[in-house]
């Protein structure tokens, strides 16, 4: 009979395999107070004892009222009915819909059955329905003594079962509970006696001797009494080898036209890119001990665990001539059925000749025929699709000879902690396997026929072997087709896994995936959800917060199911990605989002990078005033960064991720993202010469900007596109952009941003050689810095100004411009300008044939740019002192510079790695130094 009422642990309602909250604490116990006399009135005054005790309500019989008939509607359903009212309450139900009287009356029946297998079936069930201690939360004096007879009940079921258990030799299953109830009840004599004769039928003779010495020492210790006539009589027949103690096992005997089990499904055709894996599984199938060998493969759907546990095994029948048993467990399908433990265990006795009689009736009993039955032999047992560790622990043999392999979605560190499993992650593919994939299947020709739409094809299917495989079986059905028409179908990510749809449930990339997302719990498949809202190539704990509105311990906790079920893959700790085609699952997923749940998780992921970023942004480059930010969206979780090193290495990290979120907030039209964004970027993109870059951002930046009608916004992008355009030497696109931000800044009256606008343009016409002009318009900077009171920046002026008279020829006006720049910049923190300050004083003293002590400044530059973590000018500053120490006839100092110059620009990507080389091989040939000193660079133009 199904359970209504539930007692036996938490005080609940249920109806229909659900269960309906039953309210406030005091509303509960008044529930549980009417079920402890179901279909009897109670009077109100015994309501009111019963649930408040010595400090009832001061209006209790209302209070009482109010909360029968609050119950009255959570009973619709259940077909009880709560009657009465002043005087007294009655809860009218059938009895035995209330689990404490269903436990009662299937013990009752235990009791009288004269089977013991159907004895221990009613035991079962009747303690399943305990969930806890009894009328959890009724705390008040009169639930206690109805709490302490149903726990002595709950004991004497739990003796009585043991009894029967034994009776059909099941002592080695009992052996880990008695033992542990035995600690918690040292001086019950009946459960002494049952974990002893468990300890002799399962071998251990002298242990069960021992634990009769341990209980009778313990009895006369704290009782001052002998142990009970029985006990010492079991004591006596265990010191006699009574033979009746011993087990009575049931002869298994296979019938005679029974085969050896061969279950293996055949072995896969083309096995691509796996020897390491192979190598490993046969390491294990060799390793020398004393238990069952253990191997689980893990790894996404698609990725070919069944694949490579089929070609292993296929490969290594001699190892096991008593034959190999296969189970596909269904953890994961289309059904979201995953096979009991019962059912796979009767596969097995159905291939080993069993007969049905000798079956045991529980799960514990069968496992342990099992175990039984393979115990000396040399088996291999294939486990294929598993749920999880639960599902696959009693299907386990014990026995040396035997081996298993397990392959599964979800992670089995269960396994390996608890019985030595070892776990074997099957990674995806590389390009190279990839393409070694493809050519088994369709051939070499065509894969050289076609090299550009075969590195789409392999690039759009990251490594993953069943998306590979789908490919290759459309290609091999069309061999008349270019394989550029299949790539041209894949470029869409919105429409990827339209291609990828084999036509068969068991084969198509979108229905593997689904199998793993179905059986999620429903936060981390929200979260997952989620996720494919966020379109960079990876993320971090702190933006699954933002998109999940949730605290980074609970985002923690769904992510580490993810990563179980390998839809996502940990990177480092607290560094997530998923595979491009389960973000692209992810992405049609999150279509199911209401328009109002997509735009606020939208605006959390965005508020998170740029509040993260802005942070970044004021630790790398502090001198600078931050721009203004409303407030986050409720729910956004910034990560903490504590200094320098922290903020340069997250942007080097988020640098894709930071360029999708410009890109989402355009399409998605957050244009204060959309600009914000771009500013929050220049400095790390502008240190690591990313000029492209910056001007395709800040483009969707200044587009923003305008949108939102914004000045400053409009000014802020406008300077940063045209500083940006003087850095690419595309002097006449920047010029406009930089006049527009000058004008802007005016209008507002922004000294400030009227003053860095003028270094900029002083910057523009100095790398155009028009030193004049850029005398006065660095001049005007200076002035409106120190007019705003910022004399100290003025530094920036002063620094260029330097530059200035250092390319005009004016040493000794450059030197004094250049000390009072870094007079003031080493006031500031560390920056760019204090580095090109050094720098220019390094440039000078080398022209004044000081080489020493331009050696000296230029290595306190590249120093400042390292700490900054400039890589492009501190590439550039090492050059220059690679050419001072050949100059200066070091010829070992300039390598070393040179080297160390040319492998910062190669890793940048940046032509000036080959001028480099020149100087090197110049070096290395003993060419005279002036030979190096002809290609100085032109340090106009390297002056950021």
């Not at 596969?347 to 069993?354: M, P, R, S, T, Y």
């Not at 990828?500 to 068991?506: I, M, Q, S, V």
């Not at 409303?630 to 930071?658: I, K, N, V």
């Not at 003025?794 to 000794?812: R, V």
Request: proline share 5%; with cysteine; aromatic share 6%.
């Amino acid at each position: 009979m199904n359970v209504t009422f539930a007692v036996l642990g938490d005080i609940e309602i249920r109806h229909r395999g659900g269960s309906t909250d039953a309210g406030h604490h005091r509303q509960r116990c008044v529930l549980a107070a009417m079920l402890a006399d179901v279909n009897r009135t109670v009077s109100t005054e015994q309501l009111i004892d019963r649930v408040w005790a010595d400090r009832p309500p001061q209006r209790a019989r209302r209070t009482l009222a109010a909360y029968a008939c609050r119950l009255r509607p959570l009973l619709i359903d259940t077909g009880a009915s709560i009657l009465g009212g002043h005087h007294g309450y009655r809860l009218v139900t059938e009895p035995l819909s209330i689990d404490a009287h269903l436990f009662a009356d299937l013990v009752r029946q235990a009791r009288r059955q004269n089977r013991d297998r159907q004895a221990l079936q009613l035991f079962d069930q009747a303690l399943e329905l305990w969930q806890g201690e009894p009328y959890q939360g009724a705390n008040t004096p009169w639930f206690n003594p109805i709490r302490e007879a149903l726990l002595r009940d709950r004991v004497q079921a739990e003796r009585d079962r043991t009894d029967v258990a034994l009776r059909l030799d099941q002592h080695t299953v009992l052996l880990p509970g008695l033992g542990a109830a035995a600690d918690r009840h040292p001086l019950d004599e009946r459960l002494a006696g049952q974990l002893m004769l468990a300890l002799y039928r399962d071998g251990r003779q002298a242990d069960a001797l021992q634990h009769y010495d341990r209980v009778r020492h313990r009895l006369s210790d704290e009782l001052g009494t002998d142990p009970s006539a029985e006990l010492r009589t079991l004591f006596q027949r265990m010191l006699a080898a009574d033979p009746d103690l011993l087990p009575r096992l049931p002869v298994i005997s296979a019938h005679a036209d029974t085969p050896v089990p061969r279950q293996l499904p055949p072995p896969p055709a083309h096995l691509v890119g796996r020897d390491r894996d192979l190598a490993e599984l046969t390491a294990i199938a060799e390793r020398e001990t004393g238990s069952v060998r253990i191997a689980a493969l893990g790894g996404p759907g698609g990725s070919g665990k069944t694949w490579l546990a089929l070609r292993w095994a296929h490969d290594h029948l001699d190892r096991f001539p008593d034959g190999q048993l296969y189970v596909n467990l269904r953890g994961f399908g289309p059904d979201n059925d995953p096979m009991t433990p019962d059912s796979a265990l009767q596969v097995f006795f159905d291939a080993l000749g069993v007969p049905t009689d000798q079956i045991p009736c529980t799960l514990d009993g069968r496992s342990a025929l099992a175990r039984s039955l393979l115990a000396g032999r040399r088996m291999l047992v294939l486990l294929d699709n598993a749920a999880d560790a639960a599902q696959v622990r009693p299907l386990l043999p014990s026995t040396p000879g035997c081996l298993v392999l397990i392959t599964s979605r979800s992670a089995m560190s269960g396994l390996a902690i608890e019985d030595g499993a070892t776990e074997i992650r099957v990674s995806l593919l590389t390009d190279v396997q990839s393409r070694e994939l493809l050519e088994g299947r369709i051939g070499p020709d065509r894969l050289a026929a076609e090299p550009d739409a075969v590195g789409e094809l392999i690039r759009y299917c990251a490594g993953l072997p069943l998306a590979l495989a789908v490919l290759a079986s459309r290609a091999a059905a069309r061999p008349d087709h270019d394989l550029r028409v299949l790539a041209d179908a894949l470029a869409d990510q919105r429409l990827r896994l339209n291609v990828l749809d084999a036509g068969d449930p068991a084969t198509t990339v979108r229905a593997v995936f689904s199998w793993s997302y179905q059986v999620l719990p429903h936060d981390a498949a929200r979260l997952f959800r989620l996720l494919g809202l966020h379109p960079g190539p990876s993320f971090d704990l702190y933006a699954a917060a933002s998109l999940l509105a949730g605290s980074t311990c609970r985002s923690q906790t769904l992510l580490t199911e993810l990563v179980r079920a390998h839809l996502v893959e940990e990177l480092a700790p607290g560094v997530y990605r998923m595979h491009d085609l389960l973000r692209a699952y992810a992405m049609e997923l999150a279509g199911e989002f209401d328009a109002t749940e997509h735009h606020t998780a939208i605006s959390r992921l965005l508020d998170h990078y740029l509040f993260t970023g802005h942070a970044a942004d004021q630790l790398i480059c502090p001198m600078w005033e931050a721009i203004g930010l409303a407030l986050p969206e409720p729910g956004t979780a910034s990560r903490p960064l504590a200094d320098f090193e922290e903020a340069m290495s997250w942007f080097l990290e988020q640098h894709s991720t930071l360029l999708a979120m410009v890109r989402l907030a355009e399409a998605e039209r957050f244009h204060a993202h959309a600009w914000r964004l771009p500013w929050i970027m220049s400095t790390y993109l502008g240190r690591r010469a990313h000029w492209h870059v910056q001007r395709v951002i800040q483009q969707i930046a200044l587009t923003a900007a305008g949108v939102l009608g914004d000045t400053m916004a409009q000014a802020a992008s406008h300077y940063q596109l045209g500083h940006t355009y003087t850095m690419q030497r595309a002097y006449r696109s920047g010029q406009p952009h930089l006049n527009r931000a000058n004008d802007l800044y005016h209008r507002m009256g922004d000294l400030t941003g009227q003053a860095a606008t003028c270094v900029a343009l002083a910057m523009s016409a100095y790398r155009q050689g028009h030193y004049g002009q850029a005398e006065n318009l660095a001049n005007q900077g200076l002035v409106l810095f120190r007019a705003r009171g910022k004399n100290r920046w003025g530094g920036q002026c002063l620094m260029l100004l330097g530059w200035i008279h250092a390319q005009d020829g004016q040493h000794e006006l450059s030197l004094s411009y250049s000390e009072s720049a870094l007079k003031l910049l080493l006031q500031l923190p560390l920056s760019e300008a204090q580095a090109q300050t050094m720098r220019c004083l390094g440039f000078v003293h080398a022209k004044q044939g000081d080489l020493p002590l331009a050696a000296s400044y230029y290595t306190r530059a590249a120093l400042v740019f390292e700490m900054l973590g400039d890589s492009y000018n501190r590439a550039s500053v090492l050059q220059e002192l690679g050419d001072v120490h050949a100059q200066d006839g070091d010829q070992q100092a300039a390598h070393a510079a040179f080297t160390a110059s040319e492998q910062l620009f190669a890793r940048l990507a940046r032509p000036e790695s080959g001028q480099v080389r020149e100087k090197l091989a110049v070096l290395e040939n003993h060419q005279p130094r002036l030979a190096v000193l002809r290609r100085l660079p032109d340090v106009r133009n390297q002056l950021a």
